[in-house]
Each structure stands twice: as structure tokens, then as C-alpha cells.
């Protein structure tokens, strides 16, 4: 590498940043000595597949971390010397995966609704059914949050309507999925993304 890419003075203390976001895969060299960002890039994200139902929201696994890897692609190549990877993403996101960490199933982002698609019987949506269930208590246990892009609300519907066998999968939050796919490792979870699941009893923590 050249000076003019990477400066000489780079330390341990250099790691590359991706954020995942909805619309761009952001990321940058991370001077954690000098409190600066360098080599700030962006890729666009991959987008949502086409002619899914209203209100659905979803994207392909795949091509998400193929896009990660591009980024990280780009900034080694800016700092081959940096000492780790810190990964961020939206919030909300969840992808459903079996024992082995293998997807399921597509993406489904914070920006999905299906939890609001009225019942075909009549009767309440999930989002409504599963704010009648959760009880007064049940709400400061799960943080007091409930909105239709949680990842509960999608399990919720999916187990109601798709016959989901939620019991023998693992829910993961984009980021945990993308690094574990990376890495070859298992699914794990930081207690940030376990709250945004909207199924953690905060209380614990």
C-alpha cells in the first residue's frame, strides 16, 4: 500500500466500520486514536425484492453480504493494517435461520407491516391480537415499546398465517446474521438487537 491511501503513522488502534443501513451500506477507516474518520465509502444496498404482498418488506440474504464484503473489500485495500471490523445496522431487521445459522428465508426489515394485514376471517391483525395478549406487565418487561416493525410482530404473523415453526429456528438481527456468515460462526446477539426484537425482558438485564 502507498502513504497517500493509508497514511505511515497507523496504529493498532485503526479498524474499519460498516453500518448496514436500509438504503446504503456505509463504512470508513476508524482512527480511534486521533477521534477521526477516514476513507469515508457507500455502497447502495441491496433493494426490496419486487412484487411481495402490501405492506411486506423483504430482501435477499445473499446479496446483502455480498455487499458487506465489497465494502470491507474496498476499505482493506485503503487500510490493509487495520486490527478489527466494527459492524452497526438498522435496528429492527431480522433474518430467520436454522440451527446452523443457514437463512431461511429472505430478510425482513424494519420497514415490513405484514403484522398490520388484516385478518382474512375478519378478526383481529396480528399486531392487534398480540397487543391484546401482551399484558400490562408484559409491557415494562419488554421495554414499553411496541410498534409493527419489531421482529415479535413478524414471527407472530408468520407462525399465525405461514404455520412458522418458530420454536425450531433462530431469529437473527441483520448484523449478528451477516458477521456470522463472514466468520463461519454461530449466531449470537448483542443485548442492543435482543431489545429491538421486542421479545426481551429488559428486567433481566
Not at 491511501?5 to 466500520?17: A, F, I, N, R, W
Request: hydrophobic share 40%; net charge negative; with cysteine.
Amino acid at each position: 500500500w502507498s502513504s497517500d491511501v493509508c497514511s505511515s503513522d497507523l496504529t493498532e488502534m485503526q479498524h474499519l466500520g460498516i453500518d448496514i443501513g436500509s438504503s446504503y451500506i456505509k463504512g470508513a477507516v476508524l482512527d480511534a486514536d486521533g477521534f477521526q474518520l477516514r476513507h469515508v465509502e457507500r455502497l447502495a444496498a441491496p433493494g426490496p425484492v419486487p412484487g411481495l404482498e402490501p405492506g411486506f418488506r423483504e430482501i435477499d440474504p445473499d446479496a446483502l453480504v455480498s455487499g458487506v464484503v465489497a465494502m470491507l473489500e474496498r476499505l482493506a485495500d485503503r487500510c490493509p493494517e487495520a486490527s478489527g471490523v466494527l459492524v452497526s445496522s438498522q435496528l429492527h431487521g431480522l433474518v430467520l435461520c436454522d440451527a446452523r445459522g443457514q437463512a431461511l428465508q429472505r430478510c425482513i426489515t424494519w420497514q415490513d407491516r405484514r403484522a398490520l394485514t388484516p385478518d382474512p376471517a375478519g378478526g383481529p391483525n396480528a399486531f392487534e391480537e398480540l397487543e391484546r395478549l401482551v399484558t400490562p406487565e408484559g409491557r415494562v418487561q419488554l421495554g414499553n415499546e411496541r410498534v409493527p416493525g419489531l421482529p415479535l410482530n413478524a414471527l407472530y404473523w408468520g407462525a399465525r398465517h405461514r404455520g412458522w415453526e418458530v420454536a425450531d429456528t433462530l431469529p437473527a438481527a441483520i448484523p449478528f446474521y451477516v458477521v456470522s456468515r463472514l466468520c463461519r460462526s454461530e449466531i449470537v446477539s448483542d443485548i442492543t438487537h435482543a431489545h429491538a426484537t421486542g421479545a426481551l425482558d429488559v428486567r433481566s438485564q
